[in-house]
């Protein structure tokens, strides 16, 4: 099973950048990777997700500001965060699914294909 692994996370001031990434090594031509974050009191939610068919899903709350890609090379799947606002604090993670059909679910929490990574704090201050 496929275990993701996150770096990147930090504090910021509104208006600010992070970039975030996540090595998860995938061995099929079928796949999902994503990135969701849960703030505290809160219910994780999906932010930004990538398909195998080079296809990519954001959250409402996020177009515009944040752009997530992968690197097939490296295994390695990005999520470039611009202008940060205090509501996007949260505990963010990496999650991949391989081998699966995720089309339906690729910025849903609760779907039981997606193997998680332990996490990454963002923090962006006022």
């Known amino acids: 099973q496929v275990r993701p692994v996150e770096s990147g996370g930090g504090s910021v001031q509104a208006g600010g950048s992070l970039r975030l990434s996540c090595a998860a090594a995938?061995?099929?031509?079928?796949?999902?990777m994503g990135w969701f974050r849960q703030a505290p009191g809160k219910e994780r939610e999906g932010v930004a997700s990538?398909?195998?068919?080079?296809?990519?899903s954001y959250a409402d709350s996020v177009k515009g500001r944040f752009a997530i890609s992968k690197d097939n090379a490296k295994n390695i799947l990005y999520l470039q965060m611009n202008n940060l606002k205090p509501e996007d604090s949260a505990m963010y993670y990496c999650?991949?699914?391989?081998?699966?059909?995720?089309?339906?679910?690729?910025?849903?929490?609760?779907?039981?294909?997606?193997?998680w990574g332990q996490g990454t704090q963002v923090t962006v201050s006022s």
């Open positions: 995938l061995y099929s031509h079928l796949y999902c």
């Open positions: 990538v398909h195998s068919d080079g296809t990519t």
């Open positions: 999650a991949a699914a391989g081998g699966e059909d995720c089309t339906d679910y690729r910025l849903t929490p609760d779907w039981l294909g997606w193997s």
